[in-house]
């Protein structure tokens, strides 16, 4: 254990010192091959300027190197193997995207996606935005806000085990652990196996989500609603307006930008589920998304790097427009202020 941390420490250390060398070294460069002498100065002032020009470039070199290496190069070859075979080295052309048109896996899969997409976004981003109105006039709001936001400091996994002591079910005659059968038990209904139930197996996955991704979405909306003047909302309520009226006439308006981008990085998250689903249901039950399958397709049953490649590509091209626009609506969030 001493070990590894004396080697983290000094691969640390040696890393800050190979990046100053780096700069160092760079700069040297830059005035050995554009040099400026005072014996010219017109040249002097071109060199100077082709150093401006050249300098960022330079020192942002080996960063743009790393995106180009684990970005660029990954998208290129996952577009490539989708027009080959499982084991990457056959060209089979479009076979593969015919396939997933015609899968009954791969369209249920896309259904449940589009399912996820239309309740969690709009649950967390819904639920986040009334707790942070409700916590802002109680006086014990900071420690409300502390307990919504305290899954975000789960795992999904670890979230995920917790909620399915909350579905768990007993068969026959045991006594029923799970807390949701226990209650449905306790008020004269049947126990049921939640999480295999069609359709609404789906629902109670994304509780799981929503419970997790409330308190982010909680946090940024509340400091949006702190950011309304108040004469805003004084002048309001002098001209008669109730508390709801306030809501949604006042401050939901001024910070719409803050509610898209937070519902935007919700949908980012939510196209890209796989933790949840392994491990609640593993996909079954017609659970499965496309996060899943991918990984199916690539790590089970021997491997297809062609199919699972097309459906890596579906959620890449599902994610960026949302992605693109997420990022300009906050840069323009951020230009306002």
Same mark, same amino acid.
Request: proline share 3%; net charge neutral; aromatic share 14%.
């Given at each position: 254990?001493?070990?590894?941390?004396?080697?983290?420490?000094?691969?640390?250390?040696?890393?800050?010192?190979?990046?100053a060398l780096y700069y160092w070294l760079s700069d040297k460069v830059l005035q050995v091959v &554009?040099?400026?002498?005072?014996?010219?100065?017109?040249?002097?002032?071109?060199?100077?300027?082709?150093?401006?020009?050249?300098? !960022?470039?330079?020192?942002?070199?080996?960063?743009? &190197?790393?995106?180009?290496?684990?970005?660029?190069? !990954? @998208?290129?070859?996952?577009?490539?193997?989708?027009?080959?075979?499982?084991?990457?080295?056959?060209? @089979?052309?479009?076979?593969?995207?015919?396939?997933?048109?015609?899968?009954?896996?791969?369209?249920?899969?896309?259904?449940?996606?589009?399912?996820?997409?239309?309740?969690? !976004?709009?649950?967390? #981003?819904?639920?986040?935005?009334?707790?942070?109105?409700?916590?802002?006039?109680?006086?014990?709001?900071?420690?409300?806000?502390?307990?919504?936001?305290?899954?975000?400091?789960?795992?999904?996994?670890?979230?995920?085990?917790?909620?399915?002591?909350?579905?768990?079910?007993?068969?026959?005659?045991?006594?029923?652990?799970?807390?949701?059968?226990?209650?449905?038990?306790?008020?004269?209904?049947? !126990?049921?196996?939640?999480?295999?139930?069609?359709?609404?197996?789906?629902?109670?996955?994304?509780?799981?989500?929503?419970?997790?991704?409330?308190?982010?979405?909680?946090?940024?909306?509340?400091?949006?609603?702190?950011?309304?003047?108040?004469?805003?909302?004084?002048?309001?309520?002098?001209?008669?307006?109730?508390?709801?009226q306030i809501f949604w006439k006042i401050m939901v308006p001024q910070i719409w930008g803050t509610?898209?981008?937070?519902?935007?990085?919700?949908?980012?998250?939510?196209?890209?589920?796989?933790?949840? @689903?392994?491990? /609640?249901?593993?996909?079954?039950?017609?659970?499965?998304?496309?996060?899943?399958?991918? &990984?199916?397709?690539? &790590?089970?049953?021997?491997?297809?790097?062609?199919?699972?490649?097309?459906?890596?590509?579906?959620? /890449?091209?599902?994610? #960026?427009?949302?992605?693109?626009?997420?990022?300009?609506?906050?840069?323009?969030?951020?230009?306002?202020?």
């Amino acid at each position: 254990m001493i070990s590894q941390i004396v080697s983290a420490i000094g691969v640390v250390i040696a890393g800050v010192f190979a990046c100053a060398l780096y700069y160092w070294l760079s700069d040297k460069v830059l005035q050995v091959v &554009f040099p400026v002498s005072d014996r010219n100065l017109q040249l002097a002032s071109r060199n100077l300027n082709r150093r401006n020009v050249v300098r !960022p470039w330079l020192f942002m070199g080996p960063a743009l &190197f790393l995106l180009a290496v684990y970005l660029i190069y !990954p @998208v290129i070859a996952t577009i490539i193997l989708s027009f080959h075979d499982r084991s990457g080295g056959n060209f @089979v052309g479009l076979a593969n995207y015919r396939w997933a048109i015609n899968d009954a896996a791969f369209r249920q899969s896309i259904f449940n996606n589009i399912l996820w997409l239309a309740v969690v !976004p709009a649950a967390c #981003t819904f639920l986040g935005l009334v707790i942070a109105v409700l916590t802002d006039r109680i006086w014990w709001g900071n420690i409300a806000k502390s307990l919504v936001f305290m899954p975000m400091a789960i795992s999904f996994v670890g979230a995920s085990v917790i909620w399915k002591f909350i579905y768990e079910y007993r068969g026959g005659d045991e006594t029923q652990i799970g807390l949701l059968n226990a209650i449905v038990q306790f008020i004269g209904g049947d !126990p049921q196996v939640w999480i295999a139930l069609p359709f609404w197996n789906n629902l109670f996955l994304m509780v799981i989500l929503i419970w997790i991704q409330t308190g982010f979405a909680m946090v940024i909306l509340s400091a949006a609603l702190r950011g309304i003047p108040e004469e805003t909302i004084e002048a309001a309520v002098i001209d008669g307006a109730n508390g709801w009226q306030i809501f949604w006439k006042i401050m939901v308006p001024q910070i719409w930008g803050t509610i898209a981008v937070v519902w935007t990085t919700i949908t980012i998250l939510v196209l890209k589920v796989f933790d949840i @689903v392994l491990t /609640m249901t593993n996909g079954q039950w017609s659970t499965m998304v496309l996060a899943n399958l991918m &990984f199916d397709w690539m &790590f089970r049953g021997g491997g297809d790097s062609g199919r699972s490649a097309v459906i890596a590509l579906v959620i /890449m091209a599902a994610v #960026t427009p949302i992605m693109v626009w997420n990022i300009r609506q906050a840069n323009r969030e951020m230009g306002g202020h």
